[in-house]
């Protein structure tokens, strides 16, 4: 048998291998896609419903800011707020320092419902 014999065993062999199966191949590619959607879908709900609590603080809500400092709020501006964390002592707080609402207009209808 000579080399190009040989060669052509080869590739006799090699071209007759079943072709692979494209949801073996593409599985794990389509798997990520939908991981990233369902991440993002996430990520994007939770931004809403921050920027809506940040939308509806008025004056009188009582407020944790990033610090941990628990205050009320005094007066909104329009990228700010001006809280109350003692008698006397107002602080300015951008509207992205605020952590949590404490008490807003729902948890006042929720804890009405469960009296």
Known sequence: ???SQFMLC???TQAQQP???PIIVFGPFILIGIMLFFLFRAQSKET???QKMLEEIQTGDKVIVGGGIHGV????KESSFIVKIADN???EVNKA???AVIN?????KENKKNE
């Open 104 to 108: 807003n207009k729902e948890d006042k």
């Open 73 to 76: 709020i005094a007066n909104v």
């Open 97 to 99: 320092g605020v952590a």
């Open 89 to 91: 002592v107002k602080v």
């Open 48 to 50: 809403k419903k921050r």
């Open 1 to 3: 048998m000579s080399f």
């Open 10 to 12: 080869v590739g006799q």
């Open 19 to 21: 072709a692979a199966n």
